[in-house]
């Protein structure tokens, strides 16, 4: 809407318009006159440039007047002084003189609200056209803006006489601007990485702190030809070794990456930057973060595997903290990341996020969905003071949920609940957040999606009979245990080693499973058909059905027993709910026996009346006795068999070399075998007087869900993994550096010298420990944070953990769920 002649002198009288001086007479119907002023400007260099000042004379315009050359700029200027901070103004020539063939602007007519000063003017005439100071020469109207209104404060403000151009003022700005751009601008996920662009976008409705971004190309354009030549070299080394020289490989490639340097050709727009969105405050510290292109996708969120580098004082401090950010591309956590995908490509991915720090009273994370149970709840967890040592999993929160929250509705906390939810709302899909607050109030630092609850989907719609064979296949993350871990836990912690060694030498063992399944799966066809198909791959036609710790060792006909789960766990056929049962071949036989090493020999029990009869010692055993295990077995003076014997003498063997190797691994043993069809079963065994299974459950607190079972191996290097799990603060000191990275290379080493993947046992969930995911079967920590870097990774990837306060075992344990057993051997 444009202010008519009355309403500009009204808004004059006002003081909402400036007209320095004011003649009512100059007030037109909807504009106001201006005159020309006595000085004109021309340059004198015959090449200009936008990057550096231009050279000019500056002539005054005599009373008789200055004659303008057709095609030569002239820069001209109003003696009012114009403006207003409520109204936009534009500006054209009056038509009498551009009648004349003059023009009194080329291209910029439009003015910013907030401007006051005398206006430049650009003079450019068609005919010499003579020009007097105090000419009429334009005219000027007030427009009524529409939204919320910025002053202008540029370079212009309270000029007087003709300005030349000071493009060359904001050159540097102008294409730092494009180089790096800030949260309010449109950006490309492709350049700047899903992290950015999320920040970016929320920015719009929740308070980010101001940021700008250096896009993956400008860490690709600073590579080198030789440095790419070299990455691509020892990449295709690691990948033709398949792994066998993986830490030598690794050194190389970090060593590659950490001489990529930001380019001094960019240290102008980098300050450029800088001083546009920050100012020029001496007093701002900094958040140098890594934004992966790969990073925090629907499925992937690469979590703590790129550095951040805070509290950030100088410009030289932000030139060193984006090259760390850049080496952490090539550092052991990312590389390892990449090649759990397969993914060999050298071509750097990864944008960098300079932000101004929150110095919060309070930071932390929170989550909502995590728990598959009940997905509105909202999980937090927070320290006071920066959040990046519980993120890196260094020390242990505070943890909470909005259902706690609710009663302290002003609370800090209750805006964070109301931030994740918001979020979560305008993203459409669960989310994980982090953030800082303040005096001033709750601050977005980053938000992402949710990649894997903290528990398995409880139902599945479709029909399910999904089995598993117990002690030689580990259970997939998609498995729900549910009622059965603590029962499969203590089967596979005791039995898994001794089937494998079974198997190993030659002994038979029982099949047995683990199955999950749901109503619709027992009552559907197909599904039914192939579990009984599994069943019969069995050595009995009996079986034993363990529905958890109070519904177990239910011995039914195999040909029963879908149809008698079906009743025993009330799965109707609508039913979607997933259940798990343990099913084991139920071996009667014709003979038990057990046997154990004696002396030199071995000593075997055996009985018609069954394994269990000979356990309870309600029947009377015979016996076998090898004198000496050297010796020929059928040799009179060395073998001692009582009568009914023979059906076992051709397999004394086996069921020596079984108890040897058995003896050898736990010391003195009774193993329990059953003679079905002619053939011995290995079955179970005890260490006399020595081990028993411990459960480690209480206070256990379920970081990453389902079961893994190993040996323990503990780590201590607590320093070290703290050192590498947070990025630097400041300053990168090279030697630190190499001796962090040699000490992670001995653990990763010593991890990969392992004849099985072992089960990590460390103090806490350190980031670090990232570059073990796939090297390892399981975590057990003593405490830790649900939800910082190394715990997403580990739930992404399903490989299971747990903490468990107060945890010392050792030996072989099996995680399953927040339950741990072990194998202790007792004085």
Same mark, same amino acid.
């Given at each position: 809407m444009i202010l008519t002649g009355s309403e500009i002198e009204k808004e004059w009288a006002q003081g909402r318009i400036t007209i320095e001086p004011f003649t009512p007479e100059q007030v037109n119907p909807n504009s106001y006159n201006f005159r020309l002023g006595k000085t004109l400007r021309v340059y004198s260099g015959e090449t200009l440039s936008p990057r550096t000042p231009n050279e000019f004379v500056e002539i005054e315009i005599p009373d008789d007047g200055y004659v303008l050359e057709p095609g030569k700029l002239y820069l001209a200027h109003t003696i009012e002084v114009l403006g207003s901070d409520h109204y936009a103004p534009t500006f054209a020539a009056r038509s009498s003189v551009a009648r004349l063939g003059m023009f009194i602007n080329l291209s910029a007519s439009l003015g910013d609200i907030g401007y006051k000063g005398q206006w430049t003017l650009q003079l450019y005439t068609l005919n010499r056209v003579r020009v007097y100071t105090g000419l009429n020469i334009g005219q000027m109207m007030w427009w009524k803006p529409q939204g919320d209104v910025d002053l202008y404060e540029g370079k212009y403000q309270g000029a007087t006489g003709p300005r030349s151009s000071d493009i060359h003022v904001d050159y540097d700005k102008q294409f730092a601007r494009q180089r790096f751009p800030g949260l309010g601008a449109s950006v490309s996920v492709a350049d700047v990485g899903p992290k950015f662009a999320a920040l970016a976008a929320s920015s719009r409705e929740f308070s980010v702190p101001p940021a700008f971004c250096i896009g993956a190309g400008e860490f690709a354009g600073a590579l080198s030809a030789e440095q790419t030549a070299e990455l691509t070299d020892a990449f295709a080394d690691l990948r033709a070794t398949v792994g066998a020289f993986y830490t030598e490989s690794l050194e190389r490639i970090q060593s590659i990456g950490a001489q990529i340097r930001f380019p001094q050709s960019a240290h102008s727009l980098l300050r450029a930057r800088l001083k546009e969105i920050f100012g020029d405050r001496t007093d701002l510290r900094f958040a140098v973060r890594s934004s992966g292109l790969d990073e925090d996708a629907d499925a992937s969120s690469l979590a703590g595997v790129h550095h951040s580098v805070l509290n950030v004082c100088s410009f030289a401090g932000i030139v060193a903290a984006i090259e760390r950010c850049w080496a952490s591309y090539y550092d052991a956590p990312a590389v390892a990341a990449r090649l759990r995908a397969d993914n060999y490509d050298v071509t750097p991915r990864l944008a960098v996020i300079v932000q101004s720090m929150v110095q919060p009273v309070i930071a932390g994370v929170a989550f909502t969905g995590l728990e598959a149970a009940d997905p509105e709840r909202v999980v937090i967890e927070h320290v006071e003071g920066l959040a990046d040592q519980l993120v890196a999993g260094v020390v242990a929160p505070v943890r909470t949920t909005s259902d706690a929250v609710a009663a302290t509705p002003d609370s800090r906390l209750a805006e964070v609940v109301a931030l994740a939810r918001a979020l979560r709302d305008r993203r459409g899909h669960h989310v994980d957040v982090e953030w800082a607050a303040d005096d001033s109030g709750v601050h977005l630092i980053q938000v992402r999606p949710l990649t894997a609850t903290i528990d398995r989907p409880r139902a599945a719609a479709e029909p399910v009979g999904q089995a598993v064979p117990m002690y030689v296949e580990e259970v997939p993350p998609t498995f729900h245990l549910g009622d059965v871990a603590r029962v499969y836990a203590n089967y596979v912690a005791k039995r898994s080693s001794a089937y494998r060694l079974a198997a190993a030498n030659g002994a038979g063992t029982g099949a047995a499973w683990v199955i999950q399944f749901n109503g619709r799966g027992l009552h559907d066809e197909a599904t039914v058909a192939g579990l009984r198909d599994v069943l019969r791959t069995g050595a009995a036609p009996e079986c034993v059905l363990d529905l958890?710790?109070?519904?177990?060792?239910? *011995? /039914?006909?195999?040909?029963? *027993?879908?149809?008698?789960?079906?009743? /025993? &766990?009330?799965?109707?056929?609508?039913?979607?709910?997933?259940?798990? *049962?343990?099913?084991?071949?139920?071996?009667?036989?014709?003979?038990?026996?057990?046997?154990?090493?004696?002396?030199?020999?071995?000593?075997?029990?055996?009985?018609?009346?069954?394994?269990?009869?000979?356990?309870?010692?309600?029947?009377?055993?015979? @016996?076998?006795?090898?004198?000496?295990?050297?010796?020929?077995?059928?040799?009179? !003076?060395?073998?001692? &068999?009582?009568?009914?014997?023979?059906?076992?003498?051709?397999?004394?063997? @086996?069921?020596?070399? /079984?108890? !040897?190797?058995?003896? &050898?691994?736990?010391?003195?043993? @009774?193993?329990?075998?059953?003679?079905?069809? !002619?053939?011995?079963?290995?079955?179970?065994?005890s260490v006399r007087g020595a081990d028993e299974l411990v459960m480690s459950s209480e206070g256990a607190v379920l970081i990453s869900p389902g079961t893994a079972h190993g040996t323990l191996l503990r780590l201590e290097e607590d320093e070290l993994l703290s050192r590498m799990s947070i990025g630097p603060a400041i300053s990168i000191e090279a030697s630190t550096s190499e001796a962090a990275r040699d000490g992670m290379a001995m653990i990763l080493d010593k991890v990969l010298s392992l004849p099985e993947r072992p089960i990590i046992h460390a103090a806490l969930p350190y980031a670090a420990l990232s570059v073990l995911i796939g090297h390892v079967a399981g975590f057990v920590f003593e405490k830790g944070s649900t939800l910082g870097h190394l715990p997403i990774l580990l739930r992404e990837s399903g490989v299971p953990a747990v903490a468990v306060p107060g945890f010392t075992a050792d030996g072989e344990v099996i995680i399953s769920d927040a339950s741990v057993v072990t194998v202790q051997r007792l004085p």
């Open positions: 958890g710790d109070q519904l177990r060792q239910i *011995v /039914l006909p195999k040909e029963d *027993v879908l149809a008698r789960l079906a009743e /025993l &766990a009330g799965a109707r056929a609508s039913d979607t709910e997933l259940r798990a *049962v343990i099913i084991r071949d139920y071996l009667r036989g014709e003979l038990g026996m057990i046997s154990r090493n004696s002396g030199a020999g071995i000593v075997v029990e055996f009985t018609a009346d069954g394994l269990m009869a000979l356990n309870r010692g309600t029947a009377g055993g015979e @016996t076998i006795v090898v004198a000496d295990l050297e010796r020929p077995f059928d040799d009179p !003076g060395n073998l001692n &068999a009582a009568p009914g014997a023979e059906p076992l003498l051709p397999h004394l063997h @086996t069921l020596a070399r /079984l108890t !040897g190797a058995m003896s &050898a691994k736990h010391g003195p043993v @009774t193993l329990e075998w059953v003679l079905s069809a !002619g053939e011995p079963y290995f079955v179970d065994y």
